[in-house]
C-alpha cells in the first residue's frame, strides 16, 4: 500500500495494467495481512471494467503463496488464470509478451537474471520445458532466465496443481511453499509440462524492503512504461 508514484500503489499499478490489457473482466485479489486496508483502498469495480474480488487466507502468518493461492481455488471456478505477484513494478508488456495468442497455456514468464542474490534459476529442456527451479540449483550457468512473478495456467493444470497443494497443506508439508515450487513439483509428478516464455528487456523489480523501494524509484521506475 505504499505509493510508488503519484500516490499509485504497486497494486494499483498492476490493476491499471490488467485493465489496459483488456483480456480481463475480474481480477481475485487474496489477502492476509492488513486485509481491512487493502479493500478500503481498492473498490469492488476497478477502472470501469474490472470486477474486484476479495478472498482471505486465513493463515498468511504461517503459510505462503501457494496456500494463498489454493484459497482462491473456489472463487477460480474452473477457468484458465493469470497470476501476478503483488510486489512487482513492471513494464506493461509483460502482461502483452506472457498473454500473446502462440503462448503455451501453462507458462512462466521468465527474464534476464538480475545477479542480485534473489534469483530464482529456471533451467529448460530444449522444448521450453522446465525441469528445474530454485534459488539453489546445480549448474546455474545453464539457467534460461530468472522466474519473474506473472505467470498462467490452465484449468487443466490448476486441477492438478490444487490436489497437490491441498495434501501438502493437509499433510503439514512444507517443502512446496511458494506457488512456483509447487507448480514445477505438480509439473513433475503429474507429468504435465509448463513451459517458459522469455522477455529479456523486461524492465522490472521486486519490492521486499526499503532499499528495494528506494531503488524502485530511484532507478526502475524511470524506465517502466505503462
Same mark, same amino acid.
Request: hydrophobic fraction near 35%; include cysteine.
Given at each position: 500500500?505504499?505509493?510508488?508514484?503519484? *500516490?499509485?500503489?504497486?497494486?494499483?499499478?498492476? /490493476?491499471?495494467?490488467?485493465?489496459?490489457? #483488456?483480456?480481463?473482466?475480474?481480477?481475485?485479489?487474496?489477502?492476509?495481512?492488513?486485509?481491512?486496508?487493502?479493500?478500503?483502498?481498492?473498490?469492488?469495480?476497478?477502472?470501469?471494467?474490472?470486477?474486484?474480488?476479495?478472498? /482471505?487466507?486465513?493463515?498468511? =502468518?504461517?503459510?505462503?503463496?501457494?496456500?494463498?493461492?489454493?484459497? %482462491?481455488?473456489?472463487?477460480?471456478?474452473?477457468?484458465?488464470?493469470?497470476?501476478?505477484?503483488? !510486489?512487482?513494478?513492471?513494464?506493461?508488456?509483460?502482461?502483452?509478451?506472457? /498473454?500473446?495468442?502462440? %503462448?503455451?497455456?501453462?507458462?512462466?514468464?521468465?527474464?534476464?537474471?538480475?545477479?542480485?542474490?534473489?534469483?530464482?534459476?529456471?533451467?529448460? *529442456?530444449?522444448?521450453?520445458?522446465?525441469?528445474?527451479?530454485? +534459488?539453489?540449483?546445480? *549448474?546455474?550457468?545453464?539457467? +534460461?532466465?530468472?522466474?519473474?512473478?506473472?505467470?498462467?495456467?490452465?484449468?487443466?493444470?490448476?486441477? +492438478? /496443481?490444487?490436489?497437490? %497443494?491441498?495434501?501438502?497443506? !493437509?499433510? #503439514?508439508?512444507?517443502?512446496? +511453499?511458494? &506457488?512456483?515450487?509447487?507448480?514445477?513439483?505438480?509439473?513433475? =509428478?503429474?507429468?504435465?509440462?509448463? &513451459?517458459?516464455?522469455?522477455?529479456? *528487456?523486461?524492465?522490472?523489480?521486486?519490492?521486499?524492503?526499503?532499499?528495494?523501494?528506494?531503488? %524502485?524509484?530511484?532507478?526502475?521506475?524511470?524506465?517502466?512504461?505503462?
Amino acid at each position: 500500500l505504499i505509493p510508488i508514484q503519484d *500516490d499509485k500503489t504497486l497494486l494499483e499499478r498492476s /490493476l491499471d495494467a490488467i485493465s489496459k490489457h #483488456g483480456g480481463f473482466r475480474e481480477v481475485i485479489i487474496v489477502v492476509g495481512y492488513h486485509a481491512d486496508q487493502i479493500q478500503q483502498k481498492i473498490p469492488s469495480n476497478y477502472g470501469g471494467n474490472l470486477q474486484i474480488k476479495y478472498v /482471505l487466507n486465513p493463515e498468511y =502468518e504461517t503459510t505462503g503463496s501457494m496456500y494463498s493461492l489454493l484459497c %482462491a481455488r473456489d472463487s477460480i471456478n474452473g477457468e484458465d488464470i493469470c497470476v501476478v505477484e503483488s !510486489d512487482l513494478l513492471y513494464d506493461n508488456k509483460a502482461l502483452h509478451v506472457l /498473454l500473446q495468442e502462440e %503462448a503455451p497455456q501453462d507458462a512462466i514468464l521468465i527474464t534476464k537474471l538480475q545477479q542480485n542474490g534473489d534469483d530464482v534459476y529456471i533451467c529448460t *529442456d530444449d522444448k521450453g520445458r522446465i525441469n528445474r527451479l530454485g +534459488k539453489v540449483i546445480p *549448474d546455474k550457468q545453464l539457467a +534460461k532466465g530468472a522466474l519473474m512473478g506473472i505467470s498462467r495456467y490452465s484449468a487443466d493444470f490448476q486441477s +492438478k /496443481l490444487f490436489v497437490t %497443494a491441498q495434501h501438502n497443506h !493437509d499433510s #503439514g508439508i512444507r517443502k512446496n +511453499k511458494y &506457488y512456483e515450487e509447487c507448480v514445477f513439483t505438480t509439473s513433475q =509428478e503429474r507429468d504435465h509440462p509448463v &513451459y517458459t516464455v522469455l522477455c529479456s *528487456d523486461l524492465v522490472w523489480t521486486e519490492i521486499n524492503n526499503e532499499n528495494d523501494l528506494q531503488r %524502485a524509484k530511484e532507478i526502475v521506475l524511470p524506465k517502466v512504461k505503462q
